[in-house]
């Protein structure tokens, strides 16, 4: 459906048009919530169907010898797969295995292996690599998925692929960038958006309505916009 | 496909027919005509869902040959699965000498499997990638293999007037039977259109919100009000 469809489809569900009706802005949000939604449904239940179109695989990225870290073209979602290689002088490829870590033990990795506060001089490391990522703002102010790798297995000039789940791009109506979810996910995004916006809409607390009903008082209008005081 | 008979149909499963009863039409002709690619999909969807192929049958494309090039000697296009494509089914590929049948893999599956000795059609966003686990880059997987893809296409899209300029393959193209149309599809439609007509959450805000105006009247006034509706009970018709 085009982005201008999304949204009459929204309106029908809602019954909009009789009574408050959603601006498009605020539209515009929940219908790209909803896709959001959606898609980290679609990663929890291996619906690989929905998330295709999303996938990205970035191939061969080099990276140095021991820590390295470089950024993704697009924010992350979800990661999926990443593979760590090297290529040897005859064309071979030889594969590292690495391990995920959560970002602050991966920080602490790092100690044990700059400072090595456990190991006796000359012990062997474990032949291990690491890798984590962290989203985090750059120089430009825009976020980025920042890859991180720690890499202790010995093995030199190594390249990384990684395949990942990227975000959608933000909903708009103006810009004619509709949803990325495949076709037949778009009334089911249309579906919950509108249950989001009614939900907001039947649940809201009538503005101003506690102190008259609770003090069995009434506010004299008189005096609410201040400027008779 | 022409979906202007469903609309009709549509129109008398909900009772928006102009009568003498109840002049002019709630729904509009677009509004029908989203709902009832809206409800197409949604069908689609579920079918895929839970295993009901039979119902996809109408939707089953075989792609042209994918794979390398050897005139250029470079991988052909891999990007192939745009928008008619919307499910696989199955794959073949070949190389000078055999045919394999290889299993399928979508997505975050594949990788895994690249660097076995395992006959594999890998599918990751809209590429594709036929393997037979010789490891190395996905983008060299297809070197000197070829091959066929069985898939789900889209179906027609619903039109309820001939389109400007005309579409001549999809207006005439029915995805599915008539029985699928008329019986499942259309009362698909029915059901998300008549949302619209029916009591909703926000009509009882708005009903509850017409109250809370009433309760502003001053109190005063309304035992007032009861008190003339008293004096005027003997005078009211019976």
């Known amino acids: 459906m085009t982005p201008l469809e999304i949204v009459s489809t929204v309106r029908t569900l809602l019954d909009s048009g009789h009574e408050w009706y959603a601006p498009l802005d605020f539209m515009e949000q929940q219908i790209d919530n909803a896709q959001r939604v959606l898609i980290a449904k679609a990663h929890a239940k291996g619906d690989e169907r929905c998330l295709r179109p999303l996938y990205v695989f970035e191939e061969d990225r080099i990276i140095d010898n021991t820590t390295a870290e470089f950024q993704l073209n697009t924010l992350m979602f979800f990661p999926r797969n990443l593979i760590v290689k090297t290529v040897d002088n005859n064309g071979n490829n030889k594969f590292v295995t690495l391990s995920y870590l959560e970002p602050a033990k991966f920080e602490n990795y790092n100690m044990i292996f700059t400072n090595q506060p456990y190991l006796l001089p000359g012990a062997n490391y474990p032949k291990y690599g690491y890798w984590s990522y962290v989203n985090r703002t750059d120089a430009n102010n825009i976020l980025r998925t920042i890859i991180q790798i720690k890499n202790n297995t010995g093995m030199q000039n190594l390249l990384a692929s990684i395949l990942y789940i990227r975000y959608p791009v933000a909903f708009s109506v103006a810009n004619n960038i509709g949803l990325e979810v495949p076709l037949e996910y778009h009334f089911e995004v249309a579906c919950f958006a509108a249950e989001r916006i009614n939900t907001m809409d039947v649940t809201e607390q009538q503005r101003g309505l506690y102190v008259p009903i609770e003090s069995g008082q009434r506010i004299p209008l008189q005096n609410a916009g201040g400027s008779n005081d | ?238």
């Open chain 2, 1 to 238: 496909m022409d979906g202007s008979d469903l609309v009709l149909q549509i129109r008398r499963a909900l009772r928006d027919v102009t009568s003498a009863r109840s002049q002019g039409q709630f729904y509009d002709d677009d509004e029908i005509i989203l709902a009832l690619n809206n409800a197409q999909m949604l069908f689609v969807n579920y079918c895929l869902e839970r295993n009901l192929y039979v119902y996809l049958e109408g939707l089953i494309r075989v792609s042209d040959r994918i794979g390398w090039n050897a005139q250029l000697n470079v991988p052909a296009n891999l990007n192939i699965l745009t928008d008619p494509y919307l499910h696989i089914i199955s794959a073949v590929f070949q190389d000078s000498e055999h045919s394999y049948l290889s299993r399928v893999y979508l997505g975050g599956e594949a990788l895994q499997y690249l660097y076995t000795e395992h006959y594999g059609t890998y599918i990751i966003n809209n590429a594709i990638y036929f393997s037979r686990g010789w490891g190395g880059a996905p983008s060299n997987y297809n070197q000197q293999l070829s091959g066929r893809i069985i898939y789900y296409t889209y179906p027609a899209r619903i039109y309820g007037a001939l389109p400007s300029p005309p579409v001549p393959i999809d207006y005439v193209t029915k995805s599915f039977s008539d029985a699928i149309y008329e019986n499942v599809i259309l009362y698909i439609a029915a059901s998300i259109l008549s949302l619209k007509d029916s009591l909703s959450q926000r009509d009882v805000k708005l009903l509850s919100e017409g109250k809370t105006f009433e309760s502003t009247i001053p109190t005063q006034l309304i035992y007032l009000y009861s008190k003339i509706d008293s004096f005027l009970e003997p005078y009211k018709p019976q």
